[in-house]
């Protein structure tokens, strides 16, 4: 959904570097969302934001931080990466305003692999 | 803690409704049931969503049963874009405490 974007789109980095994951969106959403994906297995929740001041621990956050900038803006770090980060990251977001559905919708997802 | 139970994946063949079954014993008056869709390696795409009715959208429809205790989600005329790996959510609607849990899905072959 070209409304959500993340860059890079694919990353290689070795053990130890920070990395930082961006995210935006031009859905005008409150709502933003980290999830990781490993192979065979659903997204899990990294961090989660339901607007610029609020920010949330999912259920595998140890390891991460995020930032929200701006409404627009979310941003995933692994300040020192390790292999088991190794994994494709979505972004989504959803508008608590939209009927009651609060549908999720992502991003393209960014494929991270740390040596 | 799953809510959700799915098999691991399905084959349907080209042109054939495919029916996606999704057990969710344990479900509350007021969770949802939401499904989404993970084509490939993109990020995943709501289908549809229901409480308790019968639900149809332009891309499915979603049977829940009358003790929602379990639902399907159908595909009237699979077609090979439909391969994908199927997610089955219970959830209440707009709950600032609780978000989407995505399980390992279903991974519905498409055949020609």
């Known amino acids: 959904d070209a409304d959500v974007t993340q860059t890079p789109r694919n990353r290689i980095t070795k053990t130890g570097k920070r990395i930082m994951l961006e995210c935006s969106q031009t859905?005008?959403?409150?709502?933003m969302y980290w999830y990781r994906q490993d192979p065979g297995l659903g997204l899990r929740l990294i961090y989660y934001?339901?607007?610029?001041?609020?920010?949330n621990k999912g259920e595998i956050s140890d390891g991460y931080s995020v930032s929200r900038q701006a409404q627009a803006k979310f941003s995933l770090s692994l300040e020192s990466a390790i292999p088991n980060q190794t994994a494709l990251y979505f972004c989504a977001t959803s508008d608590a305003g939209q009927r009651f559905l609060d549908e999720q919708f992502f991003g393209p997802g960014t494929r991270l692999t740390v040596l | 803690d799953a809510k959700t139970t799915q098999p691991p994946s399905m084959d349907c063949a080209e042109g054939r409704a495919a029916n996606l079954p999704c057990n969710h014993s344990t479900i509350s008056g007021n969770e949802y049931v939401y499904w989404y869709r993970q084509i490939h390696s993109q990020g995943p795409q709501y289908i549809i969503h229901g409480l308790k009715n019968n639900e149809t959208n332009e891309m499915a429809s979603l049977i829940i049963t009358e003790d929602r205790k379990s639902s399907t989600l159908i595909l009237p005329h699979a077609t090979l874009r439909d391969t994908a790996v199927y997610y089955c959510i219970v959830r209440v609607a707009r709950n600032y405490g609780q978000n989407f849990v995505f399980g390992p899905g279903t991974r519905l072959s498409v055949l020609p």
């Open positions: 859905k005008g959403h409150d709502r």
């Open positions: 934001s339901f607007d610029v001041k609020d920010i």
